[in-house]
């Protein structure tokens, strides 16, 4: 693959996984690790999940800034899910680097019609506006905050998602 046809196939993969990323919120790295990989080259998923992971990061804090301007954020609860995540991410990406690319590949497309089929289920409700994480809720919400924000964090790092 010639240099520019590459150059042309990764600023079109980005602009794609940009644009879906405003349009929905989210989904980066479900596009672009397949992009990297199948369109622009990349030969190593290692490489592409990183890089994707790069990519996303920075779409998401743009998001963050954005949501915290407009007033969207619950920062206790934020920061609470983040730490959780944080800890995740580290196990994860320990793992991802000692699988072999091709099944990280594999895993990725499964982990991909996962949450595909997940989205087509009808939401059982809209959540609750009013839920806030203090001295008197943290009992029952910090639980639900920390298990969900370190399994969010282990696929991300183990997937770049």
């Given at each position: 693959?010639?240099?520019l046809l590459t150059d042309l196939l990764t600023g079109a993969s980005g602009?794609?996984?940009g644009a879906i990323l405003g349009l929905v919120g989210g989904g980066g790295s479900i596009l672009a690790v397949p992009l990297l990989v199948?369109?622009?080259?990349?030969?190593s998923p290692h490489v592409a999940i990183g890089t994707?992971?790069?990519a996303v990061s920075i779409s998401a804090l743009t998001?963050?800034?954005l949501h915290a301007r407009a007033g969207h954020l619950k920062w206790p609860c934020?920061?609470?899910f983040s730490v959780a995540g944080i800890a995740g991410a580290l196990t994860g990406a320990h793992f991802a680097k000692l699988m072999d690319g091709k099944q990280l590949l594999f895993l990725f497309g499964l982990l991909m019609v996962g949450v595909g089929a997940a989205m087509l289920r009808p939401k059982k409700d809209e959540g609750h506006a009013e839920v806030h994480l203090n001295l008197n809720s943290a009992v029952t919400l910090l639980p639900n905050l920390l298990g969900a924000g370190f399994v969010v964090g282990l696929m991300s790092g183990f997937f770049g998602i």
């Open positions: 693959m010639t240099e602009a794609l996984v199948y369109a622009v080259g990349i030969t994707s992971a790069i998001n963050l800034i934020a920061l609470a």
